[in-house]
């Protein structure tokens, strides 16, 4: 009856003793299965990437063999032009980008350099302080854009519309503005130094503080005009009418350049009165010489 009535505990003693042995066993395997699980986890999730760079690659060449084809629709263009841009895409080589309807973009600091942009929509556009240094836009619509601080050095915008545009320090050195039409343009502290200007229209553009050092304004037409504190040394002034512009708020014109202005463009009868009143009281302190 003693070893009977003992039966029940050395059961379950046993029962113990085989689960404590076991235990660490099946802790291990646990841990390993966890392991292989994670290593396999990460093994997918590092195809997924490498699939998805290579797919994007591939489209991001796709978008590109589309805007160096002109055979393809402006519209498909664009939209591969934006997109690539959002890619952060910094080599325009080959791309054609003439034409397309891009009212209203927006790439703000944009790498743009050398971008033909011949005879294309972009007006309204946000190009602040994008780097378009030596781009092509002639014949295009910037009427309204924004290129404040915008590097334009080179660049050749012949015949292009820039009708209130925003140019705060934009730098246009060495660029063709040939019969650009910038009329009511915003021009504050830009640099033309050894731009082209001729024939083109600054009718009552605001370039207060720009230097236009050693650029060409033949011909060119500043009707009213501001040209308070802006730099005018070695400008090419043949044939340019400055009718109502305040030219003498401007510096670096010499002594025959004042000459010939006070005589064929002070202000007329139909300027405003304080522009009238400002022109006579700087000729009583400051007469050409005769």
Known sequence: MGEDSNLPERVAALERTLAA???PGRKFIGAAVLLLFAALLAW???L???SLAVRRQATLERQFWVVGHGAFPAKQRADAFVALVIAGN???RGARLDGLKLSGVSMPSAELSGGDFTGSDLSKAMFAGAKLAKAKFASGDLSGANLSGADLSGADLL???L???QLRRTKFT???LEQVDAQDAVILAADFTDAILYLANLSRANLAGSDLTGASLEAAVLRGANLSLARLTNVNLKDADFTDANWWRARGLTSQQLVMLAKRFSPSDNAPAALRDDYFAWLRKNEPPK
Request: proline share 0%; charged share 40%.
């Open 48 to 50: 997924l990437r490498d």
């Open 90 to 92: 910094r080599d325009w």
């Open 159 to 161: 015949q292009t519309r």
């Open 21 to 23: 042995r076991r235990g």
């Open 163 to 165: 009708q209130r545009a």
């Open 174 to 176: 060495g660029a063709n």
């Open 44 to 46: 997918n999730v590092w």
